[in-house]
């Protein structure tokens, strides 16, 4: 069964803390991984999308890195306003299929 | 360009009641998802259209539930009748086929069913 787990589920910063989220995923064959953030209130929005191992993006002060088994996402020297749930996802690479299978998230708060 | 919208933001009803919440895709999205998040859990999937056609509803947790996306534009999300477990946020997302996977989530609608 498709399956993703991500760690910690919560994280304290002091503002220009570096530190990296982890999310472990098992799916059968991976279309792409999906990063995004969530203020209280509000939709997930759209980080990046990671489609092969090695592969990097950024944006800003954060990015994110795929191996076959897991993702990190890295926030180097946060600020306040980073504060947020950072919520990860997998696509199926099978068929038509669409659908994003999620996380529980990480709630990383940025003290100033 | 605008975002996707999704009415109500809340809504609070009776078990038993019937409640209905719609979404407003991205102009020009031809997909169109909607999930949920109940509390405590993770977000799950719960159907996903095509322009107007269901490509998967494999997500729908009954048959009390009801989709419908009227000539490949905004979608409605029926519920009847509510159950106390039915109590979540309802998110709405979309996307478009030939820009790739990325899917763009609404504000999401919160329901309460006591």
């Known amino acids: 069964e498709d399956q993703v787990t991500q760690s910690p589920e919560a994280l304290r910063l002091q503002e220009g803390e570096s530190s990296s989220l982890n999310c472990s995923y098992t799916?059968?064959?991976?279309?792409?991984l999906f990063w995004y953030r969530q203020d209280p209130g509000k939709g997930p929005e759209f980080l990046f999308t990671?489609?092969?191992?090695?592969e990097e993006k950024e944006k800003e002060r954060l990015k994110a890195t795929l191996t076959k088994k897991e993702s990190f996402l890295h926030i180097t020297a946060p600020k306040p306003e980073d504060s947020a749930t950072y919520l990860c996802?997998?696509?199926?690479?099978?068929?038509?299929?669409?659908?994003?299978?999620w996380g529980l998230g990480t709630s990383l708060a940025v003290n100033p | 360009e605008a975002g996707v919208t999704q009415f109500p933001s809340h809504s609070v009803i009776e078990k038993g009641q019937t409640v209905t919440l719609r979404c407003d895709p991205i102009?020009?999205?031809?997909?169109l998802y909607w999930y949920r998040r109940v509390m405590g859990k993770e977000i799950k999937f719960l159907l996903h259209?095509?322009?107007?056609?269901?490509?998967?509803e494999s997500g729908m947790p009954n048959n009390r539930f009801l989709a419908e996306r009227t000539g490949g534009t905004y979608s409605t999300l029926k519920v009847q009748p509510a159950e106390l477990e039915d109590s979540g946020v309802y998110f709405c997302?979309?996307?478009?086929?030939?820009?790739?996977?990325?899917?763009?989530f609404g504000p999401g609608t919160r329901l309460t069913v006591l």
């Open positions: 997302a979309s996307s478009q086929t030939s820009r790739g996977n990325e899917q763009f």
């Open positions: 799916v059968s064959g991976l279309r792409g």
């Open positions: 996802a997998v696509q199926e690479a099978a068929g038509n299929n669409r659908k994003l299978i």
């Open positions: 102009s020009g999205h031809d997909n």
């Open positions: 990671l489609y092969s191992a090695g």
């Open positions: 259209f095509v322009k107007e056609s269901k490509q998967d």
